[in-house]
């Protein structure tokens, strides 16, 4: 009998945040061990509920959420949600610009389907959220890496995106804050990535799911409200603000001189109508969410539960010898270095599964993030103070003795 074999537009695709490692976690798990999973950005298990309105408004409308929606979603919603663009001045949207989608995900993979053509580019972070990447690819097109300055707290290099600019660049995605560093862009960065987007005529897709947690000093900005002049996408939603990840409830709003953009617009009501819409109770958290008592605030304060774990978190990794970590200013991961003079890591999957099989912590590498070396992890700081020292700690024990 032939081999089933799936399709060609799959073999560049990866996604290590649910790779072969946690396919060991779980037989792991299987066997009665405890796993300390520092893996996912899923507040729930850590014990970051939704707000009780958000989940009481979900449940007062099922009655009503039985049928199928417009194929943007609710009007109510995406009300709301223009409201929020006004509130962070991103200028000139309509109800109309805005798409809700089962997640900022499979609105990435939409806006990806409905403008690649094969030999089209796209200008991806490194590190970056892996879906990008992976969805650059499913269309079709070609994912370029830019290059992020740890030196400089992870802030994109400048030089190295206008480098990587060709005749096939058809877009710049930002991932601000960023996931995995944690980093939040100033200003002065901002306007110079829109500059090149403007100079080349490049599509802007922001992706700002971490807007509201942020740290310290540092402010957000939000893309969109840089320019009016860009076509620029953003992306945001329910999952991590207000830790509602499970309803899968995300937006995409479409800013700038939408008449340069009319046919790719036209693809994505294409795609739109294709999946008929998304799913519609959760759509009715968000205008109580967008509107209510941002709740967030309460966490990422001194003596908020994210804020004082962080700061654990990466005090812990900074005191183990020969490993350095910047510190993030936004959402809800570190992305720590180790250095190549005390851990010569060839191979940094095989540094992540010797971790999970020796000491039950599980992490996810940097090449999951398309970063260019092997000497980094991620760690995700929603667990409790206490399985968070225990982990840091089994990690430094690790660490201790470690050789490929």
């Not at 299987?30 to 958000?54: Q, S, V």
Request: net charge negative; glycine share 6%; proline share 6%.
């Amino acid at each position: 009998m032939p081999v089933i074999r799936k399709s060609n537009k799959l073999i560049n695709v990866c996604y290590d945040i649910r790779g072969p490692v946690l396919q060991e976690a779980k037989r792991l798990e299987e066997e009665g061990n405890r796993i300390l999973k520092l893996n996912i950005g899923n507040p729930a298990p850590w014990g970051f509920e939704a707000p009780e309105e958000i989940v009481q408004d979900v449940i007062r409308n099922l009655p009503a959420s039985q049928g199928y929606c417009d194929s943007k979603g609710l009007f109510a919603a995406r009300k709301a949600i223009m409201q929020e663009c006004q509130r962070k001045e991103i200028a000139n949207v309509s109800v109309e610009d805005i798409y809700i989608g089962n997640g900022v995900s499979e609105l990435i993979v939409m806006s990806m389907q409905g403008l690649l053509n094969d030999t089209d580019e796209m200008l991806i972070p490194a590190p970056d959220y892996p879906l990008w990447t992976a969805a650059v690819s499913l269309a079709g097109g070609n994912p370029v890496h830019y290059l992020c300055d740890e030196q400089s707290g992870w802030v994109p290099d400048i030089d190295d995106i206008r480098s990587k600019i060709t005749e096939n660049t058809r877009g710049i995605v930002v991932i601000n804050p960023n996931n995995p560093t944690g980093a939040v862009y100033p200003k002065e960065i901002l306007m110079q990535i829109m500059d090149l987007a403007r100079e080349h005529s490049l599509i802007v897709f922001a992706d700002e799911i971490y807007d509201k947690i942020i740290y310290d000093q540092a402010r957000h900005i939000s893309m969109a409200s840089l320019a009016d002049d860009v076509i620029c996408l953003t992306f945001n939603g329910l999952s991590k603000t207000y830790r509602a990840a499970g309803f899968r409830s995300g937006w995409l709003i479409v800013s700038g001189p939408k008449h340069r953009a009319r046919d790719y617009i036209e693809g994505l009501d294409m795609l739109s109508n294709m999946r008929l819409c998304a799913n519609v109770p959760a759509q009715h958290a968000i205008q109580t969410a967008l509107g209510g008592y941002q709740s967030i605030n309460e966490l990422i304060v001194p003596e908020g539960r994210l804020f004082e774990q962080r700061n654990l978190a990466w005090k812990m990794l900074n005191d183990i010898p020969g490993v350095s970590c910047v510190k993030p200013e936004g959402a809800l991961y570190l992305f720590p270095r180790l250095d190549p003079d005390v851990y010569p890591i060839k191979n940094d999957e095989k540094l992540a599964l010797d971790l999970l099989l020796q000491q039950k912590v599980l992490v996810v590498q940097g090449s999951g993030f398309n970063m260019p070396d092997t000497q980094h992890f991620r760690i995700v700081f929603l667990p409790r103070i206490d399985d968070l020292e225990e982990a840091i700690s089994r990690i430094a024990t690790f660490l201790k003795s470690y050789e490929q």
